[in-house]
């Protein structure tokens, strides 16, 4: 037994079998003294929660963050994001490009939500991007998309923005209604399969008495931007996207709905540098003006942690 300095006896078992560290164990545990811990704990380097004054230290996400750490810096400086299009996100990104410099990078290649998911499984990507169906349904959507994949239990989700969802239009097209396009033969640029705005699309579509059948595909656009182009080049009439991407392009839109746009990433990745920097520019006050300025978003959840299971 040993006793502590508040005089309660304890047995030394009783750190190993606890899944949350007091600070004196986190110190010993990482083999720091008290005073660093603190350091890091402060800076929020290191994953802990302060409760009651006093700190925590959750054990299985300490050992995410040594496992991070013993890359040697070959993989934190670095932020692979993929998955679901977004022109707020990609705006982020392109803005941290001159800010990072050569110290460290950060890339974003949108594939759809379940290749993205791929990729992530596969370790190809550090975040996948995605929406899966209407907000409301968003937690036990996003959530059994990542159950797919044995390393789900390792995964979180980050909570981004709510998205309009809908139709984007080519300009001057005057369609007021999904059934109009759905009835009648314009011409569609389709997502391909596995993108969240394609399911979306096919959801509406059935809850209206429609199959994707019934719609004039033209071609297949793999984000939406591709999309979007097709429809400023008047290649087609009409296609599945959110209004900020129509808005870019200065396309009409037809809301079909609010979706939850997350990120889905291992654990140990929301306490790199480069994700929390990601997090403060997403919510900026230029970045915030420019959501406005497309439309469509609502970033009032930016940044909460979804459960996954």
């Known amino acids: 037994m040993a006793v502590t300095d508040r005089g309660v006896r304890h047995s030394p078992s009783d750190a190993a079998d606890s899944p949350n560290l007091t ?10 003294n008290e005073k660093k811990l ?9 994953p802990a929660v302060r409760i009651g004054g006093k700190w925590l230290f959750p054990r299985a996400l300490l050992e995410d963050w040594l496992r991070e750490q013993a890359h040697g810096g070959a993989l934190t400086d670095r932020l692979l994001i993929t998955g679901s299009d977004d022109p707020l996100l990609a705006a982020v990104v392109t803005s941290l490009v ?3 410099g050569g110290d460290a990078y950060v890339a974003y290649s949108p594939t759809g939500t379940l290749p993205g998911l791929e990729l992530l499984a596969r370790r190809r990507a550090n975040i996948c991007a995605l929406h899966w169906g209407g907000v409301d349904t968003s937690v036990a959507q996003h959530g059994m998309l990542l159950r797919r994949f044995s390393q789900h239990p390792q995964w ?7 998205r309009e969802q809908g139709v984007m239009l080519r300009r001057d097209l005057a369609i007021d209604s999904l059934e109009t396009l759905a009835a009648f033969d314009y011409r569609w640029a389709m997502r391909q399969a596995g993108a969240g705005s394609r399911h979306f699309l096919e959801s509406a579509l059935a809850s209206r008495g429609f199959r994707p ?3 004039s595909v033209v071609a297949e656009a793999h984000t939406e931007r591709e999309a979007a182009g097709l429809l400023a080049r008047e290649e087609a009439d009409c296609a599945p996207g959110t209004r900020a991407a129509a808005a870019e392009f200065g396309l009409g839109f037809i809301n079909l709905g609010w979706e939850a746009f997350d990120l889905a990433m291992p654990r140990e990745i929301i306490f790199r540098k480069l994700f929390q920097l990601l997090l403060q520019r997403y919510g900026s006050a230029e970045m915030r003006q420019f ?15 979804e459960a996954n299971d």
């Open 38 to 46: 603190y350091e890091l704990a402060n800076a929020r380097e290191i």
């Open 23 to 32: 600070a004196r164990q986190a110190a010993t545990y990482l083999h720091l």
């Open 213 to 215: 059948d019934d719609c």
């Open 291 to 305: 959501a406005n300025r497309l439309g469509g978003y609502d970033l009032g959840p930016l940044g909460r942690i």
């Open 98 to 100: 001159p800010q990072l």
């Open 156 to 162: 979180t989700l980050v909570r981004l923005a709510h």
